[in-house]
């Protein structure tokens, strides 16, 4: 009888052993939030909302929380790929420089969104986190150093902040090459020639090949991003009676600056921008929104009117520039220190680098000559703008519930091209609070 006990004992357990039980989890619960994701992002896109809602966590919060079909949903979402809504700047500058970086870029706006430039001063011992009073986890994206600095002693500081994939902009006269040490030379990519009594008008180099060309960004930014322009001043223009421009109740005075000449203009009213074209500060030309125009044969698009404050213009090709690589002593020859000559973003007409860019995809370093001799014109201050914007961080940023990131993604790739071309990920996750 024990026999046969174990006898059905040693069956059992082998049938449990080679034949075990099958057991099935669902996945419905993932899946559907998938379904769910997918949809909400082919929504937006088929309503006009998806790029509204990559970058506005509101907007995207209300959508979502009208729109799903299932209850008890926790949602976040990242863009990554492109400039963010906030840029935090390092600057390694004097308080009126630091100052003047405040006022230039001052609530910018592409592709319809607005892009705030936080500044803070840093040294370059310890470079300042520079955090974002609103998100104290948010450190710097990109370095400006303004002015000559001897930088050998700081070149494991620049080099570990590049290594977070932040970007370096400087600019520096040179007035000898032992002025160029190591840090210029690796970092920087720079290498002194000499001197020159060189003088002349400063260009693009080239027209980059394709959107992998080193200096495709920075050129593509020049072009495209709108330069915001002030207007403060409560002025009513003269008009002449000719040519068809009729007067406004109210005008706001601004100026915008080429090659050191201040070509005034005044904003009509919320669809029409008076300016004078040929600096005899008489309103000879009325523009609106999304309109060519130009001024001393040169192209520009008026590309939003922001009430009576403000207007965004876009340069087009090709651009050139008053010499601003001339010092007190004459000019000078910085090249790239690999003699790649294709890393020269800007030259002037005698051949002489006024710019130069330089590092991989996710280390990324600018140079451009002193700019401030004559004064700051708006064709500069753009230049800088798109070297700072170009060399800027691109990671990945939470929009909506950023800290959240719990249950499941999906991504979508998308494009605006409003302003400029910008291609971007936008990440959307779905997920359940007790899962």
Same mark, same amino acid.
């Given at each position: 009888?024990?026999?046969?006990?174990?006898? &059905?004992?040693?069956?059992?357990?082998?049938?449990?052993?080679?034949?075990?039980?099958?057991?099935? #989890?669902?996945?419905?619960?993932?899946?559907?939030?998938?379904?769910?994701?997918?949809?909400?992002?082919?929504?937006?896109?088929?309503?006009?909302?998806?790029?509204?809602? *990559?970058?506005?966590?509101?907007?995207?919060? *209300?959508?979502?929380? /009208?729109?799903?079909?299932?209850?008890?949903?926790?949602?976040?979402? !990242?863009?990554?790929?492109?400039?963010?809504?906030?840029?935090?700047?390092?600057?390694?500058?004097?308080?009126?420089?630091?100052?003047?970086?405040?006022?230039?870029?001052?609530?910018?706006?592409? %592709?319809?969104?607005?892009?705030?430039?936080?500044?803070?001063?840093?040294?370059?011992?310890?470079? %300042?986190?520079?955090?974002?009073?609103?998100?104290?986890?948010?450190?710097?994206?990109?370095?400006?150093?303004?002015?000559?600095?001897?930088?050998?002693?700081?070149? $494991?500081?620049? @080099?570990?902040?590049?290594? @977070?994939?932040?970007?370096?902009?400087?600019?520096?006269?040179?007035?000898?090459? =032992?002025?160029?040490?190591?840090?210029?030379? !690796?970092?920087?990519?720079?290498?002194?020639?000499?001197?020159?009594?060189?003088?002349?008008?400063? @260009?693009?180099? +080239?027209?980059?090949?394709?959107?992998?060309?080193? /200096?495709? &960004?920075?050129?593509?930014?020049?072009?495209?991003?709108?330069?915001?322009?002030?207007? /403060?001043?409560?002025?009513?223009?003269?008009?002449?009676?000719?040519?068809?421009?009729?007067?406004?109740?109210?005008?706001?005075?601004?100026?915008?600056?080429?090659? #050191?000449?201040?070509?005034?203009?005044?904003?009509?009213?919320?669809?029409?921008?008076?300016?004078?074209?040929?600096?005899?500060?008489?309103?000879?030309?009325?523009?609106?929104?999304? @309109?060519?125009?130009?001024?001393?044969?040169?192209?520009?698009?008026? +590309?939003?009117?922001?009430?009576?404050?403000?207007?965004?213009?876009?340069?087009?090709?090709?651009?050139?520039?008053?010499?601003?690589?001339?010092?007190?002593?004459?000019?000078?020859?910085?090249?790239?220190?690999?003699? =790649? #000559?294709?890393?020269?973003?800007?030259?002037?007409?005698?051949?002489?680098?006024?710019?130069?860019?330089?590092? /991989?995809?996710?280390?990324?370093?600018?140079?451009?000559?002193?700019?401030?001799?004559?004064?700051?014109?708006?064709?500069?201050?753009?230049?800088?703008?798109?070297?700072?914007?170009?060399?800027?961080? #691109?990671?990945?940023?939470?929009?909506?519930?950023?800290?959240?990131?719990?249950?499941?993604?999906?991504?979508?790739?998308?494009? $605006?091209?409003?302003?400029?071309? !910008? &291609?971007?990920?936008?990440?959307?996750?779905?997920?359940?609070?007790? +899962?």
């Amino acid at each position: 009888m024990l026999e046969m006990i174990l006898a &059905v004992v040693a069956i059992y357990v082998s049938f449990a052993i080679l034949f075990p039980g099958f057991y099935h #989890k669902s996945e419905w619960g993932t899946a559907s939030l998938i379904v769910e994701s997918k949809d909400g992002i082919l929504t937006m896109e088929r309503i006009g909302k998806i790029y509204e809602n *990559s970058f506005s966590g509101t907007s995207l919060e *209300s959508f979502l929380n /009208t729109s799903m079909s299932v209850e008890n949903i926790l949602f976040w979402s !990242e863009i990554e790929g492109t400039m963010k809504n906030k840029i935090i700047l390092d600057c390694n500058c004097t308080e009126g420089q630091l100052s003047l970086i405040n006022d230039w870029f001052d609530r910018l706006k592409f %592709n319809g969104r607005d892009i705030n430039v936080i500044v803070c001063y840093t040294d370059l011992d310890r470079i %300042n986190p520079c955090n974002d009073p609103e998100d104290l986890r948010h450190t710097a994206d990109v370095l400006l150093i303004w002015g000559y600095k001897n930088t050998n002693e700081y070149k $494991n500081q620049l @080099q570990n902040f590049l290594s @977070q994939g932040n970007g370096i902009v400087e600019i520096m006269d040179f007035s000898s090459g =032992d002025q160029i040490g190591t840090t210029q030379k !690796e970092v920087f990519g720079l290498r002194w020639v000499g001197s020159s009594s060189d003088s002349k008008d400063d @260009q693009f180099r +080239r027209k980059p090949n394709n959107a992998s060309d080193i /200096t495709y &960004v920075p050129y593509k930014n020049f072009y495209h991003f709108p330069l915001p322009l002030k207007a /403060t001043t409560n002025t009513t223009p003269d008009i002449p009676t000719e040519g068809g421009l009729q007067a406004c109740s109210n005008f706001t005075e601004g100026n915008f600056t080429l090659n #050191k000449t201040a070509y005034y203009f005044w904003i009509c009213n919320a669809n029409s921008v008076y300016f004078d074209t040929n600096a005899n500060v008489i309103a000879d030309t009325i523009v609106s929104e999304h @309109q060519n125009f130009t001024i001393s044969n040169l192209n520009f698009s008026l +590309r939003y009117i922001d009430e009576f404050s403000k207007i965004g213009v876009s340069f087009y090709p090709e651009y050139r520039f008053g010499d601003f690589l001339k010092t007190g002593s004459g000019s000078f020859d910085v090249e790239p220190f690999d003699d =790649d #000559k294709e890393k020269i973003l800007i030259n002037n007409s005698g051949g002489l680098p006024v710019s130069i860019v330089n590092g /991989t995809s996710n280390k990324k370093v600018a140079w451009m000559a002193e700019f401030s001799d004559d004064g700051y014109g708006d064709d500069e201050k753009l230049l800088l703008l798109s070297l700072i914007i170009s060399t800027s961080n #691109k990671r990945t940023v939470g929009i909506l519930s950023p800290n959240l990131k719990i249950g499941n993604s999906v991504s979508y790739i998308n494009i $605006n091209n409003d302003d400029i071309f !910008e &291609v971007y990920k936008f990440n959307l996750g779905l997920g359940h609070p007790y +899962r």
